[in-house]
């Protein structure tokens, strides 16, 4: 397999030695948890297995991050056709079913997450009726978090908690694809309309003037007001968290491509510029991009991971052929660097396909360890990068 890049049709560095040694780390993984599933992040390197909470046992199926294993285990089924990554990918799936009918651990609007890459993913690759039903329960769950008249969906915790009433996040762009397929699934307007309505409240409300994103927003559930921006994660409320910029590159592209809104189009140009603008030398970003070389501060590899994975989304949808371009180049920059700078030296020397990524820096949460979501969007842009033609689960 050889892969170029569709900007300088030269062969893209070390991605097909990358993606090899992304597989043995799957399949070491594999062996390594069985059914259990990995923490959010490393310690030192490695993934230790879920933490038990609220009645779900160690290693279960909780949280907002399960799916990113099950959505690796995919990508390993297609690179390479291997029965092992199918088979694994297929008893997550069985359980994602069950946690969704049991309905453990349903309080957030990551369901998009962890349905997409999971049920919706087996769905799209292989026609499975138990898997598309449990996706539409997930839908309809995630559809109960819309808040009329404000017009977005919730981001956390029960629909009571005063605390988190009327507040989304700038992730949950990436938890519309859920919404849009089971609007293609079913018909019914009202999925479409709520990906409409929330998509078009962030792009006015979470994009700042100078391109950069509040982490965070809230709006009053009663009135529908727009009320003010913060972050959780990000360095100040003010600052601009670079995961969080990265998903608006991607989200705001894919949602232009279903909703046809072209301000969402022109969201995902305005955070790539800015995104762009502020990367180091070597096109990795710090955690928060306020940030600049010459920092200490650790850097975000999953945040890279991301805004690859954006990049050529952005590219696929754009209408000017030069920045459509530039978006490619940039998106193989940045995971060059990636492969050369922020991979394990050697597969056996860590559980996690890169490392030097941040999760919750404020709270001392997975600061420079590997993380699931960045292993799968890592991935994920290898794909992209090998397999042009390759059509994406969200």
Request: proline share 4%; charged share 25%; aromatic share 10%.
């Amino acid at each position: 397999m050889t892969s170029t890049s569709p900007a300088s049709g030269t062969k893209a560095p070390q991605v097909d030695d990358a993606i090899a040694d992304a597989l043995s780390t799957i399949r070491r993984n594999i062996a390594k948890f069985g059914p259990a599933y990995p923490d959010d992040t490393t310690v030192d390197d490695r993934y230790e297995p879920r933490p038990a909470e609220g009645g779900i046992p160690l290693g279960g199926n909780r949280g907002w991050t399960t799916s990113f294993r099950t959505g690796m285990l995919w990508l390993a089924w297609e690179l390479t056709g291997a029965e092992d990554y199918r088979e694994a990918a297929l008893v997550d799936v069985a359980d994602f079913e069950r946690r969704v009918r049991a309905e453990e651990d349903l309080d957030t609007h990551d369901l998009g997450f962890l349905y997409t890459l999971s049920t919706v993913a087996s769905w799209r690759l292989g026609a499975d009726e138990a898997a598309r039903d449990a996706s539409l329960l997930a839908a309809d769950h995630l559809m109960r978090r819309f808040l009329e008249p404000a017009g977005i969906i919730q981001a956390w915790g029960d629909l009571s908690d005063p605390a988190q009433r009327g507040r989304t996040i700038i992730d949950s762009l990436m938890n519309m694809p859920l919404l849009t397929w089971a609007g293609e699934q079913t018909g019914e307007p009202r999925f479409d309309d709520a990906v409409r309505r929330h998509t078009a409240q962030l792009r006015e409300h979470i994009l700042r003037e100078d391109d950069s994103t509040f982490h965070t927003f809230y709006w009053d559930a009663e009135t529908g007001e727009a009320l003010r921006g913060g972050t959780e994660q990000g360095a100040a409320d003010e600052s601009c968290w670079a995961r969080g910029q990265a998903w608006g590159i991607y989200g705001f592209a894919m949602n232009y491509a279903v909703t046809g809104d072209e301000q969402l189009l022109e969201a995902s140009r305005r955070c790539a510029e800015y995104f762009l603008r502020h990367l180091p030398a070597d096109d990795v970003p710090f955690w928060d991009l306020v940030y600049t070389d010459g920092s200490d501060a650790p850097r975000d590899s999953s945040a890279a991971a991301i805004a690859v994975c954006g990049l050529i989304e952005l590219a696929s949808v754009e209408v000017d052929a030069g920045r459509a371009a530039e978006w490619t180049a940039r998106a193989h920059a940045i995971l060059a660097s990636l492969i050369a700078n922020y991979t394990p030296a050697a597969a056996e020397d860590s559980d996690a396909l890169i490392l030097h990524s941040v999760y919750d820096l404020p709270k001392g949460n997975g600061v420079d360890e590997g993380t699931l979501w960045g292993d799968y969007f890592y991935l994920e842009a290898l794909m992209r990068v090998a397999k042009p033609e390759w059509k994406k689960y969200w």
